[in-house]
């Protein structure tokens, strides 16, 4: 019965997470390029029963064979990259990948970041950014007198200034990819970053190598679909209400044989 309050509690520990996961799922439902989160499940270490048992020749089928479980932990909390639906918005500076790959970030401590695109802004350096001011790799620089910017499918960047009539390229966006994206370390502002669990990044160009394209004036909205949530987070307080009736009946048993007397 001891045994009994442990595993539940490890069930009550592991659903909670995982409603906790679910929450920030739903709370992100409209946000722009959110990928969703899941949490997996394993047993925790199963060990030999038979010494809660009496003989094998009294105990039957229960004999020396008898395994208990200790409960349930977590394996991993991973995002999964299904691409989320576009969207048309017509801005020159909104940009969404279509199929596999990821932009590259340059992060102030020099180190590398990765985003499924989103809404870029000019930075103070003059440079192509994301919202949150992080230039993208290559440097492309857009200067103070464009009048409009073209992004093709392939990734190459087009500008046209004041007083010309045909734009000019200043530079090439390519993707990555990686083997295991799902291991990759989300960094909030729609960035992660590499991990080992993630594989180093592959470079490629768009549309090439089995990257994805660049889609300007669209947006990748959220992969969190609402009812699939709802129904998870329903199986989950119905699971966390099992685990709380096992642990009120091993209490009960508990007082029980507390109030047996000779």
């Known amino acids: 019965m001891f ?18 996961t679910i929450a920030n799922n739903l709370a992100n439902v409209n946000t722009t390029g959110f990928k969703k989160s899941k949490v997996g499940f394993t047993d925790l270490m199963v060990r030999e029963a038979a010494r809660l048992m009496p003989s094998q020749e009294q105990a039957g089928i229960l004999g020396g064979e008898s395994r208990l479980g200790a409960g349930v932990g977590i394996v991993s909390v991973s995002k999964l990259f299904d691409m989320g639906d576009l969207k ?4 020159a500076f909104d940009i969404a990948i279509q199929g596999e790959g990821f932009l590259e970030v340059s992060m102030p401590d020099g180190s590398s970041a990765y985003t499924r695109g ?29 009048k409009n910017m073209q992004i093709d ?7 046209q200034v004041a007083g010309q009539a045909t734009p ?23 960035l992660y970053r590499a991990s080992p669990g993630s594989g ?8 090439e190598d089995g990257m994805g394209s660049l889609a300007q004036g669209f947006l990748e ?3 969190v679909k609402l009812t699939e949530e709802m129904v ?3 199986v989950a307080q119905r699971v966390y209400e099992a685990n709380v009736k096992v642990m009120q009946a091993s209490d009960e048993m508990l007082g029980m044989i507390n109030g047996l007397r000779k």
């Open 3 to 20: 045994d009994a309050l442990y595993i539940s509690a490890t069930g009550m520990q592991a659903q909670q997470l995982n409603v906790d």
């Open 88 to 91: 048309k918005t017509e801005s």
């Open 118 to 146: 989103g809404t870029f802004k000019v930075n103070s350096e003059g440079l192509l950014a994301t919202s949150g001011g992080y230039a993208l790799k290559p440097n492309l620089a857009i200067p103070d007198n464009a």
């Open 153 to 159: 499918s392939e990734g190459r960047v087009r500008i």
């Open 168 to 190: 000019v390229e200043v530079g090439q966006l390519d993707l990555v990819r990686f083997t295991s994206p799902s291991g990759l370390l989300p960094q909030g502002d729609n």
């Open 200 to 207: 180093e990044a592959i470079s490629g160009k768009p549309t």
């Open 221 to 223: 909205g959220s992969n």
């Open 232 to 234: 998870n987070l329903m």
